[in-house]
């Protein structure tokens, strides 16, 4: 199987190192042709649990002909301007709303499966990845798009792997969870595990989730299971994590919040339904932004 995985982020480089240490043949994509250059000299390396691993996949600035899936984990903000190949089936795992809507644009719903994963890493500098944790990666095809393929090759990388038939399901319960975590560790520079620990910051992401998840409900999703604690799982399984907007903050780059909290909040002032806390901390860290 050829895959092409777009962006050469935390996720990207982690995604392209294990799918090519199972015999998946992989080209990360990176727009900006000076870090590809770089990144296809040195390689991408990989820590985990005190080991660190150099692969090097091929690096281009464009997606290849022939390939048989694409993977796009490029910051949100981006999705929309992609260029993507006719025919390849394309899996988001992106972070926040919005994206399946742009690649649907983009290449046609029968192409696009879409999910989540709870992989956790931290890009520590250019082409260099910590495997922070481990967790699911759940997709589905977002209309008639079959996801074994990727499903497959994913397994054989090692990552635990879900395929489910509600794909918006699990983008809105990822993009709750991170609109309790993400702003909040950016706002305060802390990891994820210390958000646990401060009981009134505690209690605001709880808040956070719980205002998603009454979004997510006017657009007919419901949970069977509390989303707050799904987001707690997560700061615990991901303790020593620096989210991936505390990353961007830290970076000075721009960050996704306004495909998690502002992409709420509009939805939210779609369904006039009031998400005051959202709102404030979608202030806050565009100011952080704009500093
Ligand atoms: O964006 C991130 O950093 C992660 O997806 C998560 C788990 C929400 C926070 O580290």
């Not at 982690?14 to 042709?33: M, N, P």
């Not at 997606?63 to 949100?76: E, H, N, Q, R, S």
């Not at 339904?273 to 565009?286: C, D, F, H, K, S």
């Amino acid at each position: 199987m050829k895959v092409a995985v777009l962006g050469p982020g935390a996720l990207g480089c982690l995604f392209a190192v294990k799918l090519r240490q199972s015999g998946t043949k992989v080209h990360l994509i990176d727009h900006r042709e000076d870090r590809a250059r770089r990144l296809e000299k040195n390689g991408i390396t990989v820590e985990m649990n005190g080991t660190a691993e150099v692969e090097h996949p091929t690096v281009a600035t464009s997606i290849p002909a022939g390939m048989d899936l694409v993977i796009v984990l490029t910051k949100a903000y981006s999705t929309g301007s992609l260029r993507l190949p006719p025919e390849v089936p394309v899996l988001t795992l992106q972070n926040g709303l919005g994206n399946v809507e742009s690649l649907c644009t983009l290449v046609g719903s029968a192409r696009v499966l879409a999910g989540a994963t709870s992989e956790a890493a931290t890009l520590l500098e250019e082409g260099r990845v910590r495997h922070v944790a481990s967790g699911k990666t759940v997709f589905g095809g977002w209309t008639s798009c079959d996801g074994e393929p990727a499903r497959a090759a994913l397994a054989a990388a090692g990552f635990t792997v879900e395929i489910t038939d509600a794909p918006g399901q699990t983008i809105w319960e990822k993009a709750a969870v991170s609109s309790g975590i993400n702003p909040l560790t950016a706002l305060l520079d802390v990891p994820n595990g210390l958000l646990l620990q401060m009981v009134e910051v505690r209690q605001l992401m709880r808040d956070l989730v719980v205002e998603a998840a009454k979004v997510a409900s006017t657009e007919g999703y419901r949970f069977d299971h509390s989303l707050v604690e799904v987001a707690e799982s997560m700061c615990m399984a991901t303790a020593e994590n620096i989210s991936s907007m505390l990353q961007d903050v830290r970076a000075s780059k721009r960050t996704e919040i306004e495909a998690i909290s502002g992409e709420i909040l509009r939805r939210a002032t779609l369904a006039s339904l009031p998400t005051p806390r959202t709102r404030v901390i979608y202030q806050l860290v565009r100011g952080l932004e704009n500093r």
